[in-house]
């Protein structure tokens, strides 16, 4: 939706999403998510990473460089919640993963879309019983997704210039009304 009501005010714009935003991340993605193997917590990292590797030098970089705007759903700071706090990697070497995978390129506005993990399960419940495909990060306990949720907060703490929280618990109007609101203001068209 963000993407529509960009491109009618005429600015250009590329969605994407992590992972799969190339077409080798694609392949990763699916080999990851739909994979029913045991994935060790630091090839789930690095398979992350490698995408990440490959999505800003083959995508995000050059449209950045063309003038677009890139709208991607998920970077990094998913690693620093799943990889990191939800699986417990140290915050040091979750940095020292994201810096090499990105070369030190962060986005100028990033949106958490929040809900509690409760309701987070009951969407997965209603998504599961209309026929919607699970992947493996759907079966992870509260617990996991609690620390997730936890380290989003984090991060929204530490560099609250760039991290915005939105209460996703409510409708999809206003919800959309506080994206476009936040990006409009940044890139200066109310």
Do not use: W
Request: net charge negative; hydrophobic share 40%; charged share 30%.
């Amino acid at each position: 939706m963000l993407a529509a009501i960009l491109r009618e005010r005429g600015i250009d714009v590329i969605t994407t999403c992590e992972p799969g935003g190339t077409p080798l991340g694609k392949h990763l993605r699916s080999a990851f998510l739909e994979t029913e193997e045991t994935v060790a917590p630091l090839a789930e990292l690095l398979l992350f990473a490698a995408d990440r590797a490959q999505h800003v030098e083959f995508l995000i970089r050059p449209s950045i460089a063309g003038g677009r705007v890139v709208i991607s759903d998920r970077y990094a700071d998913a690693t620093e919640a799943y990889q990191g706090a939800g699986r417990g990697f140290p915050s040091e070497t979750i940095r020292q993963v994201i810096d090499l995978a990105t070369g030190g390129l962060k986005p100028d506005l990033t949106l958490f879309f929040d809900i509690s993990v409760d309701d987070a399960f009951g969407r997965m419940t209603a998504r599961d019983a209309s026929g919607g495909k699970r992947n493996r990060m759907d079966l992870e306990k509260a617990e996991f997704y609690q620390r997730v949720r936890d380290e989003y907060f984090a991060i929204a703490k530490r560099e609250p210039e760039r991290f915005i929280v939105i209460d996703a618990a409510r409708s999809k109007t206003e919800i959309q009304h506080d994206v476009t609101q936040a990006v409009m203001g940044l890139l200066g068209n109310n």
